[in-house]
């Protein structure tokens, strides 16, 4: 097993623990909503990332990867925190968001897809600002979504004065999850997207879009780290 396979099981892994404390305690929610909140589900997968940019020649004391130093300025707001951090003498090298959705898929999308803009457009200006000094930073994106039926439902839209683009029309969930992730890469506000779809209990994995996988993000990663250190 590949060590972003590990990290992908040790989510399904953690997800399987907090539904046993929840039902342990008697309680619906509260548990597995702790575990998601605090990050920890997705600690693994930021390790193997980390690991990337170690392997690629960048010093371990450069990353930021755990509950602190991952406050980035902005230019809309005074700070954003982030997941992955890799900064060095006031050089902002690289700086990556992860995200998960396990269910509600209807509520949740608009609301990643704003995080995800937002912090986007938010960075691009403080770097245009000069926040950062005078390099740009390498952004990364990923994104994890529980594999199940009600991912590859089609989904309605309330039209009440135009039409929702034409792309959308007939999409499932799955389907504008994944347009969400390339439209992001496309328009430059990422540098690389990694889209993945994992079965929470057998831990097995799709990456739907060749373009946004993990071999293409480590890859674009390493691209980045030898520009950085030439």
Known sequence: ????????????????????????????????????????????????????????????????????????????????????????????????????????????????????IGSAVDVAKAIRSGLFGTSAPWLGYVFIVKDDEALYQETSFKEPHFSVDAAFQSASYLKRFEMLCSRLVSERLYDNAWFVCLDEESGAYQEPNPEMTWRKFEAAIKGRVGEELA
């Open 1 to 116: 097993m590949s060590k972003i396979e590990e990290a992908l099981a040790c989510i399904a892994d953690v997800r399987r623990q907090a539904a046993k404390k929840q039902q342990e305690a008697g309680t619906t929610d509260t548990g597995m909503r702790s575990e998601v909140t605090s990050g920890a589900h997705l600690d693994g997968v930021t390790k193997a990332i980390s690991e990337v940019f170690v392997a690629a020649g960048i010093p371990p004391e450069w990353i930021f990867d755990g509950r602190t130093q991952l406050e980035l300025p902005g230019f809309f707001r005074a700070e954003k925190r982030w997941d992955i951090v890799v900064a060095h003498d006031h050089r902002l090298i690289a700086a990556i968001e992860l995200k998960s959705i396990f269910g509600s898929y209807g509520n949740n999308i608009n609301n990643r897809a704003e995080e995800a």
